[in-house]
Every structure is written in structure tokens, then in C-alpha cells.
């Protein structure tokens, strides 16, 4: 079992809609998790961080987190073009002395159709 | 806004040579990474370092040594190319990984001919 897991995609909406974009982990006891936007051909950058069971809004994005059931999802409303990217999902483990790693999922293709 | 500098954006390199990629950062991190990204295999830990002249490997560290003499920089070393290393290489940093994440460079990307 990979240890963060998402949908490699295409994920295609169209402007305007909300596109949902998801997560899991194996390990319980993960203490950070954070979505990155990487566009093609650039570095990815950080658009959301979330510690907490719940949700967590800034503009148009919201990540929600539920540990229950390791599961970790990024919300984006009104989505534009420029929102086309393929979104990271990142998680710090909780191994033995471990506050450095962040352990990678392989990235969601989102296409937001004008 | 941390800066991650990476000093240059394309190579091109023969196999067999001896290749040089460096990074800079500008806030005092103590955290330094090195990635490669392939399609279809993701971001994937070379070597990473936590302190000058202290490194320890990542998931993939053959055929390849890294330096890290000041703290603002952190140097990735193809000890002799080959094309398989042929990639895209992204140099991250971090105060506190677990509060913060990563901050990435640009990216490096390197093709061994």
C-alpha cells in the first residue's frame, strides 16, 4: 500500500464548478498535511497547510482533513483556467523521530474547462 | 519570502561527466532537501541535510553525493552521468517541515546525452 495515495486523474470541470480533489494516507498517526500546485514544467508550490479534523478556508480553496478516516481533500470554488495544474498532496509521518520528511502522493491532473 | 535559488534552469551534460547542481537559500533554514521528479514516479527524495556538513539518504541516493559546507547552500553531485539520471531536480527547504512544509527552487532540468 502507498503510503499517501491520490487519483492520478484527469479531473475535468468546467469554469466556475467545484472541483474536489483527494487524499489518503496509511499512517495514523500523521501529524501535517499540505496540498501543493505544481504547474507543467514549474516547481510545486504551497497553496494550503491543515494539522487539524475539520476544514480550513483561504479564497477559493478549502482543505478538510477527517484522521478517522485518513482522508485529507482540497475544495476549489469557482474554478478558472489558471487553476489547471496537477495538486500534490503531502503528509509529515509520525516514525520514530521523524519531523523532517513530508511523504509525496503522485499528483491530480485538474483540467478547468472555459 | 524565503528564496530558493537554483543556479540554472537547463543542462545539458555527456555521460560520464561530473555534474554540479547547487542551491541556495536565503532565511537561515536548517532543513535542505533534493528531489527528483519523473512522470508517472513522482517526487522522489535523493538526499536531504539538517544541519552543515550533515546529510543523510533519501529514498534513492545511488549515484549521487551531495555537500553542504555553508548553511545556505546545498550542493547535488552526479558523481559520473548517465542518462537514466536524466530528470527534472528540485532543491527544497524548511524551518520546520512538519509547521510549514517545503519552500521549492525553480528546478533544475538535466538531460545526460
Known amino acids: 500500500q502507498k503510503e499517501v495515495e491520490q487519483n492520478s486523474g484527469p479531473l475535468s470541470v468546467p469554469e466556475g464548478a467545484i472541483a474536489s480533489l483527494n487524499c489518503t494516507y496509511s499512517?495514523?498517526?500523521?501529524?501535517?498535511f499540505f496540498w501543493y500546485r505544481q504547474y507543467s514544467g514549474k516547481s510545486p508550490e504551497l497553496i494550503m497547510s491543515i494539522y487539524s479534523n475539520g476544514d480550513k478556508e483561504d479564497g477559493r480553496f478549502t482543505a478538510q482533513l477527517n484522521k478517522a478516516s485518513q482522508y485529507v481533500s482540497l475544495l476549489i470554488r469557482d474554478s478558472q483556467p489558471s487553476d489547471s495544474a496537477t495538486y500534490l498532496c503531502?503528509?509529515?509521518?509520525?516514525?520514530?523521530?521523524?519531523?523532517?520528511?513530508?511523504?509525496w502522493g503522485l499528483g491530480t491532473s485538474l483540467a478547468v474547462n472555459p | 519570502d524565503v528564496k530558493v535559488t537554483q543556479s540554472s534552469r537547463y543542462l545539458v551534460k555527456r555521460t560520464g561527466e561530473k555534474v554540479f547542481l547547487e542551491c541556495v537559500q536565503d532565511m537561515d533554514h536548517e532543513n535542505m532537501f533534493w528531489y527528483r521528479q519523473d512522470p508517472g514516479l513522482g517526487l522522489r527524495l535523493i538526499y536531504f541535510?539538517?544541519?552543515?556538513?550533515?546529510?543523510e539518504k533519501g529514498d534513492i541516493p545511488e549515484g549521487y553525493s551531495v555537500s553542504r559546507e555553508k548553511k545556505e547552500r546545498f550542493s547535488l553531485i552526479l558523481e559520473s552521468a548517465s542518462t537514466n539520471q536524466t530528470s527534472m531536480y528540485l532543491c527544497?527547504?524548511?524551518?520546520?517541515?512538519?509547521?510549514?512544509?517545503?519552500?521549492f527552487g525553480s528546478g533544475t532540468r538535466l538531460t545526460v546525452v
Open positions: 541535510s539538517y544541519d552543515v556538513k550533515m546529510k
Open positions: 503531502a503528509v509529515n509521518p509520525l516514525y520514530a523521530g521523524n519531523n523532517r520528511k513530508l511523504i
Open positions: 499512517d495514523r498517526g500523521s501529524q501535517s
Open positions: 527544497a527547504s524548511s524551518l520546520n517541515p512538519r509547521a510549514e512544509g517545503y519552500t
